[in-house]
């Protein structure tokens, strides 16, 4: 028996839990009504078809259940599909998600307690006191420890979201002591909020898509109106710093063409935008190298985004990359 998707070989059988991704139905030559899905986990995605029992399966589940599928791997069209012989809804608690999505190598938990730690630098009260209101809202911390950053250019995985705030907290604190006239306090505060609206701008809990205030809104807004939300809790804050922190979340991606209802105006906000475009493009690299390059190849295939191929290189073996080089204590190198 064969379970995983990237497992599953010609004339396997397979008994395994699922996502469906899609389902829809069609008619043979003989006019026979069929079932056609689309067949998930966190590994890949293989087509099923349902032939018999039609009537009786078909009721059983619909797009986005989990199911328990028995059936037989086959190639149709040099393309690898399942007919399916049996299928049935498997209930929610029963699954785990990690299964079904992709998700960050990294410790969710130790991730948080990092990004904690670093909010507290914040010497600035009343940034210190509203990124608390954040760190206490439980609902808040479920959706942003859980959340992908994106659909599917950077950090698309769950725990994305985390990852990439955490990464940009790190370099905004490793950077700030570089320049002159850089407000440390403002930089973190703006690398810990600038993305914080995807946590209501992406669905997640079954695939990843765009959730309907996620499409009609988007996240600057949606992130706007989440730090408002807690600013109006802290009547002694003070105006112009609510406007300087809204300005970052409104220009964080730095041009109008690419969705920035405002270009970046201040150091720090300019500082915020270079940052998180070099970390979401990094990660956005290794990411498709990673998946979409076969081992030992030198070229990666043409990326549409980024307009262009990748050459795939790797140090010479004989190069000790970490000979002489200090442990940074928020744990890079």
Known sequence: MKGCINEIKENDSVDSLFLVKEKSSAVTKTGNIYLKLKLVDRSGEIEGRIWTSVENLGPSFEKDDFVHVLGKAVSFQERLQLNITFIENVREEEILFSDFFPMTEKNIDEMFQSLLEISQEIKNPHLSQLLQLFWEDESFIKLFKMA??????????????????????????????????????????????????????????????????????????????????????????????????????????????????????????????????????????????????????????????????????????????????????????
Not at 234 to 244: G, T
Not at 250 to 275: D, R
Not at 313 to 331: C, Q, R
């Open 148 to 333: 992908p950053a994106s659909k599917w250019l950077h950090h698309n995985y769950l725990g994305g979201l985390l990852e990439h705030t955490l990464s940009l907290a790190q370099l905004a604190l490793r950077i700030a002591g570089h320049y002159q006239g850089l407000n440390t306090d403002l930089l973190l505060t703006a690398s810990i909020f600038h993305d914080l609206g995807k946590v209501d701008e992406l669905s997640y809990h079954r695939s990843f898509d765009y959730s309907d205030e996620g499409r009609l809104l988007g996240h600057i807004i949606l992130g706007i109106e989440r730090v408002e939300d807690k600013i109006r809790q802290l009547p002694d804050f003070p105006k112009d710093l609510s406007m300087l922190i809204k300005h970052f979340l409104l220009s964080h991606h730095g041009q109008y063409n690419w969705g920035s209802p405002k270009k970046p105006m201040t150091l720090e906000a300019v500082m915020l935008h270079f940052l998180d475009d070099m970390d979401a493009k990094v990660n956005g690299i290794q990411q498709f190298v990673k998946r979409e390059v076969p081992e030992g190849a030198r070229w990666s295939p043409y990326h549409r985004a980024f307009e262009q191929y990748f050459y795939v290189s790797s140090a010479p073996e004989h190069v000790e990359l970490t000979d002489n080089i200090e442990k940074d204590p928020l744990g890079g190198e």
